[in-house]
């Protein structure tokens, strides 16, 4: 008979299930994880097991969706707790105010757990019309990121086809073009190329503010890809 244990199943990203596990004892339930991520239930307790990952198949691909889960909810949980006014957070708003009044894309740029996140939801809190995009690890692809921008701006059209995306585009172009409608890009780091280049092409189209957070990372890449 053959059996999956700890030692023969894939071992994953370390730092994802460190996260992960780091949730759980903190009283994430398993079931919750399963449908947050749309993990298969059985997967996910595989994932957890005590004593290490014994899932035999795909792990990056379901610590990508769990990894993404997280982003969401720390996001979700920052939102429903009533403003508590830091130096960062203050520091975050009044640049998402300035970008608004200038419409220009402006960086904050800190090192990790500074409260970026934190700030994020400050400045959905206090502006409702704002849309905050959290970047997961896994999640910073042209393609993941556009599809999210389109759903945070309501943008519905053509699921199927060639030209669908090019078509959801152009509706979200004519609904930010000249308006004050504030996209915040939390952990603007984890972009890849393409994501960013598509992000400031939105930009140059619509003229739209755009606050991005993120590390010392986010200097680097946007200096390669300058």
């Known amino acids: 008979m053959n059996s999956t244990n700890a030692q023969t199943a894939p071992t994953g990203d370390a730092v994802v299930r460190a996260r992960i596990m780091a949730a759980i004892e903190s009283g994430l339930t398993l079931g919750e994880l399963a449908r947050g991520s749309g993990v298969n239930r059985a997967i996910v ?9 014994t899932y035999p198949g795909d792990v990056a691909k379901y610590e990508a969706l769990m990894d993404a889960f997280l982003d969401r909810r720390g996001l979700e949980i920052l ?5 508590i006014e ?8 009044s640049a998402a105010r300035m970008a608004q009044r200038t ?10 757990g500074i409260g ?18 959290a970047v997961s690890q896994a999640r ?12 945070l701006f309501g943008i519905r059209g053509p699921q199927k086809g060639r030209n669908g995306a090019a078509e959801k585009y152009a509706l979200l172009i004519k609904k930010l073009r000249g308006t004050e409608l504030l996209l915040v890009i939390d952990q603007a ?3 890849g190329s393409a994501a960013i280049h598509f992000l400031c ?15 010392e990372a986010l200097v680097s890449k946007l200096a390669r890809d300058a």
């Open 201 to 215: 092409e939105l930009w140059n189209d619509t003229q739209a503010p755009q606050l991005w957070l993120g590390t």
């Open 79 to 83: 939102s429903g707790i009533p403003t």
């Open 189 to 191: 780091h984890r972009l």
């Open 45 to 53: 307790s595989q994932y957890c097991a005590a004593g290490g990952n």
């Open 140 to 151: 910073g692809t042209l393609e993941s990121v556009r599809a999210e921008v389109f759903r």
């Open 86 to 93: 830091t130096p960062v957070s203050t520091q975050i708003f």
């Open 116 to 133: 970026k996140t934190r700030g994020a939801a400050v400045v959905k809190q206090k502006d409702e019309t704002a849309v905050v995009l």
């Open 103 to 112: 419409h220009l894309m402006v960086k904050c740029i800190g090192p990790a």
